[in-house]
């Protein structure tokens, strides 16, 4: 396998990325589109965080949750957009090894945790709607710090399981990624050996997980809409409709993208590449919007910390 150059071919030491399109007007689109959606998710998710942490009045289960999801979302801007950014313009795109696992690794980990943390949000509203002489003896903040230990246990453990089904396959010279960041369908392609059964244990386990997760969401919110109409007659009916639609929007926008780059079985046509721009891009900066920013308690308490920061200004 040694080849003249004395470079052994049987390794391959980096991959090179195909990136979504070689038309420069819609590179110019998406370096616009995909920069200002990072920063917008990058700062807005920062303000959340600070603004639950630095307000006692926010110290309850569902503020503490979705601030946790903004600190995930966080994390989960910086996998892949960053990169594809610095990329965008470059001829030849190119990512080592290493860069490519890690980037599989946290995305399956991460995605893991939100999955969790969203299926966590929607049992702390079902239990605040349906059953809410019981809230504060359900929702706890033990509950919730072990909500989100087991978060970060399943989504490293599958992350793991993953990562240990694809990485001992052997890399003898492909290594032309068609997309513009690396995740499992695409990775396992290359390997130089019959890879059939190991994309099919790959994509089911994905796929089955977010498929479940889907499903718990969307029956958990079909459980609430059915509790709230039936106590339509109390006021507060039609805040609660609001909330729970925006939450519903948010599951879908994030799981029908996730779910299809999965469960897609005609990989000639790259539309799970251009949806992947939802989950990477979108999905980190719908959270704060459509969860936080619509909501009145936190706006009061941005505008409190706000003025509390102005004031430190001005004394100092
Ligand atoms: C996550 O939630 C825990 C409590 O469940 C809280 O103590 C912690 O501050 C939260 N983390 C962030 C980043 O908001």
Redesign the pocket.
């Known amino acids: 396998n040694e080849s003249m150059d004395g470079v052994n071919r049987s390794v391959v030491y980096e991959f090179v990325l195909m990136g979504l399109t070689n038309s420069w007007g819609l590179q110019l689109f998406l370096f616009l589109f995909s920069s200002i959606f990072y920063t917008a998710s990058m700062l807005g998710n920062f303000l959340i965080?600070l603004t639950?942490?630095s307000e006692p009045r926010l110290h309850s289960p569902m503020y503490?949750l979705l601030?946790?999801l903004s600190?995930i979302d966080m994390i989960d801007s910086c996998i892949v957009t960053p990169k594809m950014i610095c990329d965008l313009f470059k001829k030849h795109k190119s990512i080592s090894f290493g860069g490519c696992v890690s980037q599989i690794f946290f995305i399956h980990c991460i995605g893991g945790v939100e999955m969790v943390l969203l299926i966590a949000m929607a049992f702390d509203r079902y239990i605040a709607i349906c059953k809410p002489l019981h809230y504060l003896t359900i929702m706890n903040?033990r509950i919730?710090?072990g909500i989100?230990i087991s978060g970060w246990i399943i989504g490293l453990t599958h992350s793991l399981i993953q990562l240990g089904f694809v990485i001992q396959l052997p890399f003898c010279g492909p290594n032309k990624v068609d997309s513009f960041y690396c995740d499992l369908p695409r990775f396992i392609k290359l390997a130089c050996t019959d890879t059939y059964k190991l994309q099919f244990l790959v994509t089911a386990n994905s796929g089955f997980i977010s498929l479940g997760a889907f499903f718990i969401l969307i029956i958990s919110y079909v459980i609430i809409l059915a509790t709230v109409r039936q106590h339509s007659s109390s006021g507060g009916s039609s805040k609660a409709l609001s909330t729970l639609s925006a939450h519903i929007t948010v599951v879908i926008l994030f799981f029908g993208p996730c779910i299809f780059v999965y469960v897609w079985p005609f990989p000639t046509l790259p539309l799970d590449k251009f949806l992947a721009i939802f989950d990477s891009v979108i999905t980190p900066f719908l959270n704060p919007t459509i969860y936080t920013f619509r909501n009145k308690e936190m706006k009061v308490a941005m505008k409190r910390l706000w003025s509390q920061l102005l004031k430190s200004q001005t004394f100092s």
């Open positions: 965080v639950v942490i503490f601030a946790n600190f903040l919730c710090i989100l």
